[in-house]
């Protein structure tokens, strides 16, 4: 009897436990929901032929000038560039033929490769390769399970040809373009790599800037990147130089001329690296000034940023941005960077997105340079974790470059200073979700912002989507619209959170600046509407008084998208690796040029670009998926347990897979195929579902007789409109 009684007890105590938890869950939501999730009234008067107007024409006086931008970043883009990225992706090899390469001898440095269609050049030297492959794993852990400090993912240490985890997607399958002999000398008679070609945006950038210009953009966002400028630690300070005296600019000359400059007969590469790498290149500043005079010249205003998710190497091997010295370290490659070029540039970003790359580098190993280990992981969040520690001497050294770019600023120049902020809308997917919500966001949204305020010219605004927390992991939720990089598509999310922001800091009067907004989407149906619609979510904020300088879109080409290789399509231009980086205009890089020139977006561009989606949706068309989703439903939420291919096919339709598909944490390597979804997403017309966790869907299933919420009227439908235009009569 006493066991049974104390059954009973325990059963009641656990009763009343569940009880207060569910209530107290159910009424935080309920004030998140007040506070995020309400429903509002456009201020677009969709009715109108025209629904947005920036002000893009600078002579026009009474009200502010708007600006239109293309950004991209040194890691994306840039050939011959030995940095933190390429030395991630060349680590931890699937194959044999791939483990073996860093110890070929030299003379097989070009190798075949049929896949590519030709000879390539191998990517590092055998010491480089061989040393790269013993470096410590690093510990990978999905990015919610470090905030909620619950479940930990470890990779297997070595991978098999079953089950193949690459440190960077789809960059290893991937096309690479033919290199030029003297990048092969170079390396064979150096040891040194020139790196990926990328973009070449390097040797070649005026590629990109004519495609930027053509689309009558007036700001074009870039970086310099800190590795090339201090490609070795300056353990004796700055006094030594890279190709000092007459050598100065010899690296650059050299591959402009013709082959036979380069041979051992004429110069003897080891030697001279040897005795005269030392800490800068100002040779590598003086192409970089070179470079933004170039920019200049197109007619474009240029936005800098000084650090843009790549550390150097070197600072990775110490701890980077946990250790104070990195602020000091960054503040030697910030004046050289100003000294060099202050006078010529109009925008300055110190930091794009520092909790994203702390939080992906510091707390789940995914990036190069963190190595976590179990103890970092476990207590990454609390006030004395590695995550407030890095976001700390980020914040110092944003205050220091501040005050160093101004103090150099001339009395005719007067540039603005900023970050790129990365927010993201995020909601919970099932009432127990909403802690992890709330801890990311008090994380994440407004801390960083808060440290350095009143350092600030301008707030810089990296918006993408939403995305929907679901235990450890985040859920694919499938009557949502998401990016070939697992992004999901919410415009209202943009409108949201610039309301937000403007609330928090227009004591200050900070103005804003949309620094990235993009998709990425190889098929181009999703990014026109896309494009359009964050736009009038923009336009709907300014409307409200929120003040926005400019926007800038991400990205002018197809390019490296940091672990996801090659994979996720975010240009507005093609690119085709396999013939030689021949660049193809997307359809949405007309779009975008015809509201750049108009700064308008027209009721009737609106309706072309959305009824051609849906009519995709209607019949049922599949686009590429970068994303491994497990069999919960989740993504970035990696099982060491099952192959990525394995546990996606599940949840394919009959006869389609991916057998061949080789993954990263989250990332494909050959994507997956996912139908268009019909849903309304655009601008004030997404309709918020309510939390779908099983106990909040009986929940509401029981309530719902009683329910006085009334049904949304629905709006005009204009996927089946006709659009009559003007005929054009031609002499």
Request: charged share 25%; with cysteine; aromatic share 12%.
């Amino acid at each position: 009897m006493a066991l049974i009684a104390l059954f009973v007890s325990a059963t009641k105590l656990a009763g009343v436990l569940v009880t207060l938890s569910v209530a107290a869950n159910a009424f935080s939501f309920a004030r998140y929901r007040r506070k995020n999730l309400q429903p509002f009234r456009s201020p677009i008067d969709e009715s109108s032929e025209t629904l947005a107007i920036f002000n893009v024409d600078p002579g026009t006086d009474g009200e502010k000038e708007f600006f239109f931008g293309l950004a991209t970043a040194p890691a994306h883009v840039e050939d011959r560039l030995d940095d933190a990225w390429l030395q991630f992706a060349e680590e931890h090899p699937c194959d044999k033929s791939e483990s073996q390469q860093g110890s070929q001898p030299s003379d097989a440095l070009i190798t075949s490769d049929s896949g590519h269609g030709g000879p390539h050049l191998a990517s590092s030297s055998s010491k480089e390769a061989d040393e790269r492959v013993k470096k410590k794993k690093p510990l990978k852990i999905a990015m919610e399970a470090m905030i909620r400090g619950f479940e930990k993912y470890i990779e297997e240490e070595h991978a098999t040809n079953e089950e193949c985890h690459h440190n960077v997607a789809a960059w290893h399958n991937v096309p690479h373009p033919y290199a030029q002999y003297v990048e092969f000398m170079f390396l064979q008679y150096t040891g040194w790599n020139l790196g990926e070609e990328r973009l070449r945006f390097w040797s070649d950038p005026d590629t990109e800037l004519k495609l930027a210009k053509d689309t009558g953009v007036r700001v074009f966002r870039m970086g310099i990147d800190w590795t090339r400028i201090m490609p070795k630690e300056p353990l004796n300070g700055l006094k030594e130089t890279l190709w000092n005296g007459t050598n100065e600019y010899l690296w650059q000359e050299t591959i402009r001329c013709d082959t036979e400059a380069v041979t051992p007969r004429s110069f003897n590469f080891t030697e001279h690296m040897h005795q005269t790498l030392n800490a800068v290149n100002y040779a590598a500043l003086e192409r970089y000034k070179w470079i933004i005079n170039r920019v200049r010249s197109f007619g474009m205003k240029v936005m800098l940023t000084l650090f843009h998710h790549s550390l150097p190497p070197w600072a990775g091997e110490y701890g980077g941005w946990k250790m104070e010295r990195t602020v000091d370290y960054f503040m030697d490659f910030t004046r050289l960077v100003v000294d060099s070029v202050s006078d010529i540039v109009d925008y300055w970003v110190t930091f794009n997105e520092p909790h994203v790359f702390c939080m992906l580098t510091y707390c789940a190993g995914a990036w190069p340079g963190g190595h976590p280990d179990l103890l970092e992981v476990a207590t990454s969040a609390l006030p004395t974790g590695v995550f407030n520690q890095a976001m700390h001497w980020m914040a110092i050294a944003h205050s220091k470059a501040f005050e160093y770019i101004h103090e150099k600023s001339s009395g005719l120049s007067k540039p603005l200073v900023g970050v790129a902020h990365h927010v993201s809308f995020t909601r919970p997917y099932g009432l127990f979700d909403l802690a992890a919500v709330s801890l990311a966001n008090s994380l994440t949204i407004f801390p960083y912002v808060d440290s350095i305020s009143n350092q600030l010219d301008f707030i810089g605004i990296n918006y993408y989507g939403q995305e929907v927390v679901s235990g450890a992991g985040l859920k694919l939720v499938e009557s949502d619209e998401y990016s070939e990089a697992g992004r999901g598509v919410y415009p209202d999310g943009l409108y949201r959170m610039l309301l937000q922001f403007h609330e928090r800091y227009k004591h200050l009067s900070i103005p804003f600046i949309i620094t990235e907004n993009g998709v990425a989407d190889e098929t181009d149906l999703i990014r026109r509407p896309y494009l359009l619609e964050h736009l009038l979510a923009i336009y709907a904020a300014m409307i409200k008084g929120v003040p926005v300088l400019g926007y800038l879109f991400w990205t002018i080409s197809d390019n490296w998208e940091w672990a996801d290789g090659y994979g996720p399509k975010f240009g507005l231009v093609a690119v085709d690796r396999a013939n030689n980086l021949a660049r193809i205009p997307r359809p949405s890089y007309h779009l975008f040029s015809k509201v750049v020139a108009t700064g308008k977006v027209t009721r009737l561009d609106r309706v072309r670009a959305w009824n051609e989606l849906q009519r995709a949706a209607k019949m049922g068309k599949t686009r590429p998926f970068y994303r491994a989703v497990n069999e919960d439903g989740l993504m970035y939420a990696d099982d060491h347990k099952k192959s990525g291919y394995v546990v996606i096919n599940k949840m394919l339709p009959s006869g389609v897979n991916i057998s061949n598909s080789v993954y990263t944490v989250g990332g494909l390597d050959e994507p997956m195929h996912r139908p268009y979804i019909q849903r309304d997403w655009r601008f004030g017309h997404y309709e918020m579902e309510g939390l779908q966790d099983p106990l909040s869907r009986f929940l509401r299933y029981l309530l719902s007789p009683f329910s006085l919420r009334r049904k949304r009227k629905p709006e005009r439908d204009d996927t089946d409109e006709l659009v009559f235009e003007p005929l054009e009569l031609s002499l």
